[in-house]
């Protein structure tokens, strides 16, 4: 059965330091991966997310994400964190029925 | 501006009312997601929909109905048998015309049951 665990339930970081959210996954054919963001209330915008090929993926705002295969991780980074990139964050896997299944959750706090 | 919809924002119910959620999107995309989120348990998919006049269960359909007549919209009902209906309801669609499309999220709706 596929699952998603995000073992970091809050992170606090300090504005321009920077920031790494743990993702592990359980699949037993080769993932679909992504990374959402969600601001309090609102609905989920996608980061980036990786198929196949180059296993460091750019995203949106900065971020980025290493697909290792053998660790059966994604993680998600982002060199210098600003104010705005307090949200929650979401990885979530893909399966062949093309449903995704979510993590718990990260939930970011940054502080000047 | 393509996108998805959610209305209303905020819903209040009393206890043993059924109440419908609507998502409407314009994105031309054939599959429909519902999700529920509750703090600390992610997001668990409700019903799914890969095209017109056909649905799935997923994995707590329980208490829940959807339909799904027109391509643009996938109203959800929380009927009166969803034992905790009070959540933020979320909605998304997804192109299914390759295999790695991503799904796109509606800004949500809370449901507060009194």
């Known amino acids: 059965a596929q699952s998603v665990t995000q073992p970091d339930i809050h992170i606090t970081v300090s504005e321009g330091a920077s920031l790494e959210l743990r993702c592990n996954y359980s699949y037993g054919a080769t993932p679909y991966l992504f990374w959402y963001v969600q601001s309090p209330g609102q609905g989920l915008q996608l980061l980036l997310k990786y198929f196949s090929g180059d296993t460091l993926v750019q995203g949106i705002k900065g971020f980025e994400a290493e697909f290792k295969r053998s660790q059966s991780s994604f993680n998600l980074r982002k060199p210098s964190v600003h104010w705005s990139d307090a949200a929650e964050y979401f990885c979530a896997v893909g399966t062949g029925a093309n449903n995704l299944f979510f993590g718990t959750g990260t939930r970011l706090t940054v502080i000047p | 501006d393509g996108g998805i919809t959610q209305s209303p924002k905020y819903l209040f119910r009393k206890e043993g009312q059924n109440v419908t959620l609507s998502c409407e999107q314009n994105l031309n995309h054939d599959a429909m997601y519902w999700y529920r989120q509750d703090p600390g348990q992610g997001l668990r998919l409700i019903y799914y929909s890969q095209i017109v006049n056909d649905f799935q269960k997923g994995d707590i359909a329980e208490g829940y109905s959807v339909s799904r007549e027109k391509k643009e919209s996938f109203p959800l009902t929380v009927t009166s048998a969803q034992k905790n209906p009070t959540a933020f309801y979320l909605c998304?669609?997804?192109?299914?015309?390759?295999?790695?499309?991503?799904?796109?999220f509606g800004p949500g709706t809370r449901l507060t049951v009194l």
């Open positions: 998304a669609s997804r192109y299914t015309g390759g295999r790695e499309n991503e799904q796109f």
